[in-house]
């Protein structure tokens, strides 16, 4: 059963690759915790006053029995992605990342 999704665009243009590569992102997230039980993606561009592309930044809630998870495409540094296709790989690889940390404590 899919995944109940909300995606919301902040400062970014809703686009139908753009949506279809989070919600394809986010279908696979079953593959590691079949007990999600909802799913809320923000993708946030720049401010609409700079004139340049990036950072962007994912933040990703995953509604799980017990609990939530929340997963951002923030590195280490503080630092965002210029492409918004990589923030989207990161921020989904950290939330691959704790699903998987999830199964292992059940």
Not at 38 to 45: L, Q
Not at 74 to 93: C, E, K
Request: net charge positive; proline share 7%.
């Amino acid at each position: 059963m899919p995944i109940p999704l909300r995606i919301i665009f902040r400062h970014v243009d809703r686009s139908p690759a753009l949506e279809a590569r989070v919600r394809d992102l986010a279908g696979r997230l079953e593959r590691f915790y079949d007990r999600i039980t909802a799913c809320r993606v923000t993708v946030e561009g720049p401010p609409a006053h700079h004139s340049k592309g990036g950072p962007y930044s994912i933040r990703i809630a995953l509604a799980i029995p017990g609990g939530e998870i929340n997963v951002n495409s923030r590195s280490q540094d503080g630092a965002g992605h210029h492409d918004v296709y990589v923030a989207l790989r990161d921020a989904f690889d950290g939330a691959k990342r704790q699903l998987v940390s999830v199964t292992d404590r059940v």
